[in-house]
Nanobody
């Protein structure tokens, strides 16, 4: 059984920074792609950024130049560095991972979510 735990959210003023972390734990698994999604109240969940196991990154237009996704494969951990935060970045952020379990298949896993609030 694989678990994802995301953390690092909080309250920050506009223009500030936060760093989110997503750690995968369990046994006998291989993480393919990892991603961060966010969902604001009354809105659909949207992709913020993703990264393949080879390090290829993709960003939503709304966060390009401000957010950076990275991963440490040795630690099975992904990060989202968020700079120049805006009130419209306020949302619950969820970590996602495509994980291969040998002999079983590839499945999507989700973190529990971490709240990011940007407000003065």
């Amino acid at each position: 059984q694989v678990q994802l735990v995301d953390s690092g959210g909080g309250l920050v003023q506009p223009g500030g920074s936060l760093r989110l972390s997503c750690a995968a734990s369990g046994s006998d698994f291989d993480i393919k792609a990892m991603a961060w999604y966010r969902q604001a109240p009354g809105k659909q969940r949207e992709l913020v950024a993703d990264i393949t196991n080879g390090g290829i990154k993709n960003y939503a237009d709304s966060v390009k130049g401000r957010f950076t996704i990275s991963r440490d494969n040795a630690k099975n951990t992904a990060y989202l560095q968020m700079n120049s935060l805006k009130p419209e970045d306020t949302a619950t952020y969820y970590c996602n991972a495509h994980i291969l379990t040998p002999g079983v298949g590839v499945f999507d896993y989700w973190g529990q979510g971490t709240q990011v609030t940007v407000s003065s």
